[in-house]
């Protein structure tokens, strides 16, 4: 079959024309925005990358039935950039992956809009995070809130944090010829 016969992935809903996907992103990334805004609106709020997918689509009238993972970061990308000339704390900090981690391309897209990537980027996502639930609303605790890791980030940075503090001792040395003490405390080289 010739390539300009192969059927678009990208399409409108309405009528199954192709779209350009350029032309796609950017609307997907128009439909984007007022989304994340109203995750923004609640303290603590996230939205899966499935999720923002699927309603970008809805919203915009153009489905694609490439795999999210292959355009939702360049859509993100956009509306990160917009909120970065306005000034805004970047809204790209609340969708995350199944994982429940921003993931990599967060750090690619910070890079881009910001010019330095960040060394950890789940911790920035927390603090864009706190910065978006501020300035689009949503009831913030007394205290003001903190930046929070998601959950899943919270609990493996938890897991790894124990595992380092159970420093296992290194057992005695042989006074004689220096090797590493069974643990029954017998040198097995001199004895």
Sequence with gaps: MPVSSAPSTVVRASDGEPVD???????????????????????????????LAEAVQERAGITTS???????????????QGCEDRGEPLLASLAIRADGN??????????????????DPEMHAAEERLECYRAHGAELPADGGRP??????????????????????????????????LTSGVCGTCD
Excluded: F, N
């Excluded at 967060?106 to 960040?118: E, F, I, L, M």
């Excluded at 938890?158 to 090797?179: D, G, Y």
């Design 21 to 51: 996907a350029t032309v796609a992103r950017q609307e997907w990334a128009e439909a984007a925005r007022p989304i994340l805004e109203g995750v923004a609106g609640t303290y603590g709020g996230t939205i899966s990358y499935t999720e």
């Design 66 to 80: 490439q795999q999210v993972r292959h355009w939702i970061a360049p859509v993100l990308q956009i509306v990160s």
């Design 102 to 119: 921003v993931g990599p391309g967060y750090a690619t897209t910070v890079g881009t809009v910001r010019g330095d990537k960040p060394e």
């Design 148 to 181: 929070k890791l998601t959950p899943v980030e919270h609990e493996r940075r938890q897991r790894a944090a124990l595992r380092a503090s159970k420093v296992i001792p290194a057992r005695p040395a042989c006074p004689t010829c220096q090797m590493q003490l």
